[in-house]
């Protein structure tokens, strides 16, 4: 078995070729060196928690916990009222819009070429995010990837519900009618829920890789059948299926 498989998961690939890939972006083809903690920090400086207080480190875990979710449904879970909530992930993603517009992300190695693999192989790339609109256009932005993929979503895309949700990956099916069933759909992520949101969709292949947020334990727990090193993986992997 390749090294980047775990052994206790499955290793064998959905009988329908995979035809649509939904990929993740910070953490799984996007690394930004902990960015979402930097701008969380000034999100809750924000909001009057402070730093090294036990609400602060509460607060970290949770974000910690939850990285992959929808960032405004993170928000109002830590601040209860929408309208706390609201400013929190204003200044969450104002914060991380400013650090990506200051050089601080960068493509997980072999991301991009995954990418452009897939195509060549005759497969379709949607890249999906928990952050807003605005923040995900700047990050394609700094990376130049407006036109590497033929979609992009975001959780106001898909109806306003992000991770674990199945909807972005549903809303991607649908819209790029790449895939005749989810059979034909693999999703990919660095964390349990964007494992959790493709097994929730249905999709035939659903890997954790090791570049982000959460590790094997986690993936397994959520029902990943692989586990890869990167998704710069990815490519070969599929091709195995034919």
Not at 40 to 58: K, N, Y
Not at 162 to 176: I, N, Q
């Amino acid at each position: 078995m390749p090294s980047d498989l775990r052994s206790d998961l499955r290793s064998d690939l959905p009988s329908d070729p995979v035809r649509l890939v939904v990929l993740d972006m910070a953490g799984t083809t996007v690394a930004d060196g902990g960015l979402v903690e930097r701008a969380f920090d000034i999100a809750a400086r924000e909001l009057g928690v402070e730093p090294g207080s036990d609400d602060h480190a509460d607060k970290l875990a949770h974000v910690r916990a939850t990285m992959g979710e929808s960032k405004i449904s993170v928000f109002r879970h830590l601040f209860g009222a929408e309208d706390r909530a609201q400013r929190a992930n204003a200044a969450f993603e104002k914060a991380y819009g400013e650090l990506v517009g200051a050089g601080l992300i960068a493509p997980v190695p072999g991301a991009r070429e995954a990418v452009e693999e897939l195509a060549a192989d005759g497969r379709t790339t949607v890249l999906t995010t928990g952050f807003a609109r605005v923040t995900q256009d700047a990050i394609l932005d700094a990376l130049g990837w407006r036109d590497l993929v033929p979609l992009t979503l975001c959780p106001a895309d898909a109806g306003g519900r992000g991770r674990p949700y199945p909807d972005m990956v549903l809303e991607a099916f649908l819209r790029t009618r790449a895939a005749d069933s989810l059979a034909q759909v693999a999703v990919v992520g660095d964390t349990s829920y964007d494992v959790l949101t493709g097994v929730r969709a249905g999709a035939g292949l659903v890997a954790g890789v090791r570049t982000g947020a959460h590790g094997d334990d986690a993936f397994r727990a959520a029902g990943a059948t692989h586990v890869l090193d990167s998704v710069a993986a990815l490519p070969a992997l599929l091709r195995g299926a034919g």
